[in-house]
């Protein structure tokens, strides 16, 4: 297919995998300790019921010092697994040190014997974002799907994880995206609200 004919938001995808790819040594250990340290922060202030990270896969943000944290401080934690290609991910709890299974996406996550739970909190991974809060992801929908839900039984914060070379100026979206509420980068913590 001729680059002008792509979709959108699978050139921006491939684009931004690429340039997460590049991400030095130096600035991928910075994202995971300025992740630890702010997303506690933030935890400690917000004090949600849970908080959801991602296994880290690929190129994405290390959250190994973040969960953690955030487990130290006596927060509850969950990791997401996704059953199929088209449905919203299930939270379970899950700490570091307890099992993990490879889920059907490729990504570790906990067991069926973990309890399924719904965050108020959720660290988000992603491809590419812009300041808005719109992300891309895989191209999969799981976030899309679970954020709506979650949003449907009552307030959370969404906050998207990424380096800053992931930052585009507009991400293409539809009706059926939902939008970061905080971006958090090596360099920055971006308020997406309110950003139209």
Request: hydrophobic letters at 45%; zero cysteines.
């Amino acid at each position: 297919m001729p680059l002008a004919a792509a979709d959108p938001k699978s050139v921006l995808r491939r684009q931004a995998l690429d340039r997460r790819r590049d991400v030095d040594p130096a600035t991928r250990a910075a994202l995971s300790a300025r992740l630890a340290a702010v997303g506690l922060a933030w935890a400690e202030r917000w004090r949600p019921r849970i908080v959801a990270a991602f296994s880290s896969i690929r190129d994405e943000p290390y959250t190994g010092p973040l969960l953690a944290g955030l487990q130290a401080h006596g927060f509850a934690t969950a990791l997401p697994a996704a059953a199929a290609r088209s449905t919203p991910l299930v939270f379970r709890l899950w700490r570091t040190g307890e099992p993990l299974i490879r889920g059907p996406l490729g990504a570790p996550e906990p067991t069926e014997a973990a309890a399924a739970v719904d965050p108020d909190l959720l660290f988000v991974p992603l491809s590419a974002f812009d300041r808005r809060g719109h992300r891309l992801g895989y191209g999969a929908g799981h976030y899309d799907r679970a954020l709506k839900l979650l949003r449907a039984g009552g307030p959370i914060r969404a906050v998207g994880v990424a380096y800053a070379a992931s930052e585009v100026d507009r991400i293409p979206d539809e009706p059926h995206d939902e939008r970061l509420d905080f971006i958090l980068t090596e360099r920055e913590w971006i308020d997406a609200r309110g950003r139209g």
